[in-house]
């Protein structure tokens, strides 16, 4: 079996937890199966309530597309895989996997008073992610596993951004628990700054 061959198993294996991950999400997103509708303002009251939920939905989704994203233009540096990188990236895996399960905490408790557990876990997760990426990055660099030095660059670039996130994600933890809906909001910024810089790179390589 070629050394192609395997990366696309590779990748085949990975998008298929993306895939999973990111439709898991929108479960939670559902009325109580007690909850009867007998009038439009009651649907409507329903509906204002499950918007926490809506948001960790798209925060989460964004997450999981922009990591793919990441993930399938980091795939593209690569000439082989090695045993540490398989390790690596299945760690990354893991991170991914659990994300729907703090994304549920985070709709059923982000506008209540005890917040700061689903905020700090799902921060925690994110930080998590990002040794993943730092694990990825490493094991890449040391099996020599980069097309050429462009793509050595790319890896070595990626893990600082990654050691960054880590920093990042680790302090939004912390201060989440005095300050879990400012950390939330600002969890949310980050990402979405994250998509736009991923647009404009994607953008000029085209």
């Not at 660099?141 to 050595?152: Q, S």
């Amino acid at each position: 079996m070629t050394e192609e061959n395997l990366n696309s198993r590779f990748e085949a294996f990975c998008d298929g937890v993306f895939a999973i991950a990111i439709t898991l999400l929108v479960i939670d997103i559902r009325f109580p199966s007690t909850v009867v509708i007998k009038s439009t303002a009651e649907l409507w009251r329903e509906i204002s309530h499950i918007i926490p939920s809506v948001f960790s939905f798209l925060l989460s989704f964004a997450v999981i597309l922009i990591t793919w994203v990441n993930h399938h233009n980091g795939s593209k540096l690569l000439k082989k895989t090695s045993n540490a990188f398989l390790y690596a990236n299945g760690f990354l895996m893991l991170t991914i996997v659990f994300i729907p399960f703090p994304t549920s905490l985070l709709g059923e408790y982000l506008l209540t008073g005890y917040a700061a557990p689903a905020v700090i876990l799902y921060d925690s997760v994110l930080a998590l992610q990002a040794i993943g990426w730092i694990f990825i990055s490493k094991a890449a660099l040391k099996d020599h596993l980069g097309k050429n030095e462009t793509a050595n660059y790319e890896i070595r670039k990626n893990g600082n951004i990654a050691y960054f996130a880590l920093v990042l994600y680790s302090l939004c933890s912390i201060l989440a628990n005095w300050f879990p809906l400012a950390v939330a909001s600002f969890t949310t910024l980050t990402w979405i700054f994250w998509l736009i810089m991923g647009i404009k790179i994607n953008s000029k390589e085209n």
